[in-house]
């Protein structure tokens, strides 16, 4: 880190080499490089590090990583892995806390398990959306341990209306990270999962690590390289099920969107009819 000043501007500034936001670093913990992997948990889950033009988040690796030119994915299946419960009690205005009737064991729902993840309340149905009856939606700062019978939420700001029962089965809908669970494609239901992220080192399963968000990376290329086939102008990049890319051309030969996911533009230009896998990511910036 640099401190410089700019006479022109008379304005001071910093120059960072890299950014740490979104989350910290845990107590009595060391840096953790994108390249480097951990069985310790060094950062809070989906904490944000730049690194020059790309951007990383921490996350936990359910599987090992099987080829890094591969996208990952997002392993929590909703409901299971999340909940649709009641609230326990009354929540009032300006409480940061919410006690959800979660049935998650301290084996499924450890300390934390909610941190940085997110809470959809619903308002009460039965009368008009109003400045006392609204939805809303708040961040998950911490959550305590289950019990099998509930557990309680820290979070990101305060209630700003009392929440009612909905008379059904949930008042609230509770999604953990998408990066506590990271996975390789076809964990839970292949084409039915969202993309996260590409990692930068072999991690093992159960251990902790980055992947790259948002920035220049280098990905599988899908039938043939990016750019190769179809029109000059077709630049985006789509995911399909198994994590590579492809370009809507490049994957049916024809001008139809039939993709999973858009993960970027391509990088190289491709006017000699000869593509790349290189592409801009733009998933999490």
């Not at 990376?217 to 000059?232: D, I, L, T």
Request: with cysteine; aromatic share 12%; net charge negative.
């Amino acid at each position: 880190m640099n401190a410089h000043y700019i006479p022109e501007r008379f304005s001071n500034g910093v120059v960072f080499d890299h950014l740490i936001s979104d989350g910290n670093l845990l107590p009595d913990q060391e840096y953790q490089d994108p390249c480097e992997r951990s069985t310790v948990q060094k950062f809070t889950i989906g904490t944000r590090l730049v690194i020059g033009e790309r951007a990383f988040r921490y996350g936990f690796f359910h599987q090992a990583v099987g080829e890094m030119s591969y996208a990952l994915v997002n392993g929590n299946v909703i409901p299971n892995d999340g909940a649709e419960p009641l609230f326990v009690g009354t929540p009032l205005i300006g409480d940061r806390t919410i006690i959800v009737a979660d049935a998650g064991s301290p084996a499924n729902r450890p300390v934390n398990y909610y941190q940085g993840g997110y809470v959809f309340i619903y308002r009460n149905p039965t009368i008009a959306q109003s400045a006392t009856n609204h939805d809303q939606f708040r961040r998950v700062v911490s959550s305590t341990v289950g019990t099998t019978a509930n557990l309680i939420l820290t979070l990101d700001y305060p209630l700003t209306c009392t929440p009612a029962h909905t008379g059904n089965a949930n008042d609230l809908d509770i999604y953990p990270s998408q990066y506590s669970l990271i996975c390789q494609p076809g964990h839970s239901s292949a084409g039915e999962e969202s993309f996260v992220g590409f990692a930068h080192a072999w991690y093992a399963a159960s251990e902790y690590g980055w992947v790259q968000t948002w920035g220049p990376v280098n990905a599988h290329s899908v039938v043939k390289f990016c750019g190769e086939r179809g029109a000059p102008g077709d630049r985006d990049c789509y995911f399909t099920a198994g994590g590579g890319v492809a370009t809507a051309k490049s994957a049916s030969g024809t001008d139809v969107y039939v993709s999973f996911q858009r993960a970027g533009y391509l990088l190289p230009c491709t006017k000699s009819a000869y593509g790349s896998e290189f592409f801009m990511l733009q998933l999490a910036p």
